[in-house]
């Protein structure tokens, strides 16, 4: 009776394990072109496949459709094709075809001095007195595993030097990755004060009025395509001018110069299609940060931030995203206004507020969009010109056009004034845009927008996260 059950059992077992191995493939290779430059373990790091792998018939368009996207996450390719042949039984043989993108990228570094382009504009009348200009060179991936260094000398509105190296680890071998940066910038017109939250600035030319340099390591951990930790140790030396420090002494809370050490330990795990402009995916972002490690140090912060991306396809061209931002300030103390973090600097704007800022160290914001692609197509140059073709044909620099309607609300918390009458106030703006895209990279977005002030305008953002 133990070996009729015996045998029943096993022949149950080969009865369903032969169907799951009928429909499944083997990989038997996986072969890259096109490395000029990256190194082939770099590349073989981020594919989800390698020789010897069993993948199911019926998911192998998503293995192949999530390797190529960890290969664009590296931001070392123009574009990314993986062609199957299973023309040898149940081996599947793979061929990745990758287009890098330019490394090196000497040039002029012209800026503009102001917050965006649209203060520059509007408040300042294209006044050519408020440009940076000086020579830069960025050197992506050095050694051909992804490292950068960049190098940024100035002079202009204000003066600045700059030199970073960066190497990140791979996601299945040589995890650990490492950089230091070296900065110094001054300038002679400062910020330093907000009315009716609009900057009002003090210049002199005889003498520097705010001067802050410093050195920044930081040590990172690649624990897969995904996950990411990284770990900054900076020091920062600032010292204000004196005509500065009698116009407005509370500046860096009632002293001439601060030095201080800051430490911050930030979390990453990232599930996007892309960085600059995903259409799928999510990702979470959660960092803590210590300025101030010694009873010494000139200031005493303790700051948390966290952010969250989602986007998902709602239709064959339609893509919904969805932004969400906080950041808290926990140590109780007098904020000296260089330290007070402010809407309308960086990443932390929000639509229809371009030309204003508000004051406040705790923050928070959702932004919603709705983007549709009207075209996706390949650039190419040469010495007729350039055309367009289809996104699938040859090589050539992949461009995309989407219309998007977005919408913001956000808030920072304590400073309320009188004069400043958006501090500590529920803010919403948004509307409709054109958006464009170039090497799956670089990001231009024309913006027309409305807040809650009932104010209209036509705003221009580069390579701004939406």
Same mark, same amino acid.
């Given at each position: 009776?133990c ?12 009865s ?5 191995q ?7 290779s ?8 990256t ?8 594919l ?5 792998d ?8 998503e293995?192949?459709?999530h ?13 990314v094709?993986?062609?199957?042949d ?11 075809r990758v ?24 408040l300042?009348?294209?006044?050519l ?5 000086g020579?830069t ?17 100035h002079?202009?509105y204000?003066?600045?030097?700059h030199l970073a190296y ?7 071998w ?7 940066e ?15 939250n609009?900057l ?11 001067r ?6 930081y ?7 995904h ?8 020091y920062?030396?600032?010292r ?7 116009l407005r ?9 601060l ?8 979390y ?5 299609d892309r ?13 803590l940060r210590?300025?101030?490690?010694a009873?010494s ?6 700051y948390?931030d966290l ?5 998902r396809?709602?239709g ?23 330290f ?6 960086g990443e932390?704007?929000?639509?229809g507020?371009?030309l ?7 923050? *928070? ?10 075209? !996706?197509g390949? $650039? #190419? %140059?040469? =010495? ?9 044909r ?7 056009l ?8 956000g808030r920072?918390?304590t ?13 919403? *703006?948004?509307?409709?845009a054109?958006?464009i895209?170039?090497?799956? !990279?670089?990001? $231009? #977005? %024309?913006? =027309? ?18």
């Open positions: 009776m070996r009729l059950c015996l045998l029943i059992f096993l022949g149950y077992c080969t369903v394990a032969l169907p799951a009928d429909s499944a493939w083997v990989v038997g996986v072969t890259v072109e096109g490395l000029k430059k190194r082939l373990d770099v590349v073989r790091s981020y989800c496949v390698e020789e010897g069993v993948i199911q018939r019926g998911g192998l368009v293995v192949l459709q390797c190529r996207k960890n290969l664009l996450l590296t931001r070392l390719f123009r574009d094709v993986i062609d199957v299973t023309s040898q039984g149940e081996e599947l043989h793979l061929k990745v287009e890098e993108l330019w490394y090196i990228y000497p040039g002029l570094y012209f800026q503009l001095a102001d917050r965006n382009f649209n203060e520059w504009a509007q300042h009348r294209y006044s007195r408020r440009i940076n200009i020579p060179l960025w050197y992506f991936n050095v050694t051909g595993r992804g490292d950068i260094l960049s190098f940024l000398w002079e202009g204000t003066r600045r030097f960066r190497r990140d680890g791979l996601p299945r040589k995890k650990w990755g490492w950089g230091m070296l900065f110094y910038r001054d300038r002679k017109e400062v910020g330093y004060r907000i009315r009716s609009r009002e600035f003090y210049r002199n030319d005889d003498e520097v009025q705010l802050r340099r410093g050195v920044e390591l040590l990172t951990r690649q624990e897969n395509v996950t990411r930790w990284t770990f900054h140790l900076a920062t030396d600032l204000m001018g004196t005509h500065l420090y009698r002494g509370d500046f860096l809370g009632g002293e001439r110069g030095q201080f050490f800051s430490l911050w330990w930030k990453s795990y990232t599930a996007l960085r600059d402009y995903p259409l799928s995916g999510w990702m979470v972002e959660v960092l210590k300025d101030g490690l009873p140090d000139g200031v005493q912060f303790l948390t952010l969250w991306r989602g986007y396809s709602l064959a061209r339609i893509t919904g995203g969805v932004v969400v931002r906080a950041q808290k300030q926990w140590i109780e103390t007098e904020v000296p206004y260089y007070r973090h402010f809407f309308g600097y932390h704007q929000l639509r507020y371009e204003y800022v508000v004051e406040g160290t705790d923050f *928070g914001y959702l932004k919603a969009l709705l983007s549709y692609a009207l075209w !996706r390949k $650039m #190419r %140059i040469g =010495w007729r010109g350039f055309h367009l073709s289809d996104y699938r040859g090589e050539g620099m992949p461009i995309e989407y219309l998007a309607f977005q919408w913001d609300v920072v918390w400073f309320a004034s009188v004069e400043n009458s958006l501090n500590d106030k529920v803010l919403t *703006g948004g509307g409709p054109v958006h895209v170039w090497s799956n !990279r670089y990001v $231009m #977005r %024309i913006e =027309w927008s409305i807040n809650r002030c009932g104010e209209k305008g036509v705003y221009l953002h580069f390579m701004r996260s939406y």
